[in-house]
């Protein structure tokens, strides 16, 4: 079993930063395929970034390509969102998501997720 604990949501005005963390545990951090997704009230969660078990390959949604940056910190199990020039659309609460294969860009193919982070942006 695999637990996630995301941190660094907050409100922020058009054009700000902010960077989200997710922590893992309960298995080796190497084997996982890391997620951000993120869900508005009546929307289906939507693929935000994914990045590989050893970090060298990403993907980004192009709502957030060039704006956002997905890496990660196998040494302390933790997979973070660089989020820059942020848009009131960026509103959302943004989960962190987790797989023992390769990186998916669909969210069915995470087994474990964790709580989620609200992330507001005003205008």
């Known amino acids: 079993q695999v637990q996630l604990v995301e941190s660094g949501g907050g409100l922020v005005q058009a054009g700000g930063s902010l960077k989200l963390s997710c922590v893992a545990s309960g298995r080796a951090f190497s084997t996982l395929a890391m997620g951000w997704f993120r869900q508005c009230p009546g929307k289906e969660r939507e693929f935000v970034a994914t990045?590989?078990?050893?970090?060298?390959?990403?993907k980004y949604a192009d709502s957030v390509k060039g704006r956002f940056t997905i890496s990660r910190d196998n040494a302390k199990n933790t997979v973070y969102l660089q989020m820059n020039s942020l848009k009131p659309e960026d509103t959302a609460v943004y989960y962190c998501a987790a797989r023992e294969s390769a990186s998916s860009t669909n969210a069915a193919d995470y087994t474990y997720w964790g709580q989620g982070t609200q992330v507001t942006v005003s205008s």
């Open positions: 990045i590989s078990r050893p970090g060298f390959v990403t």
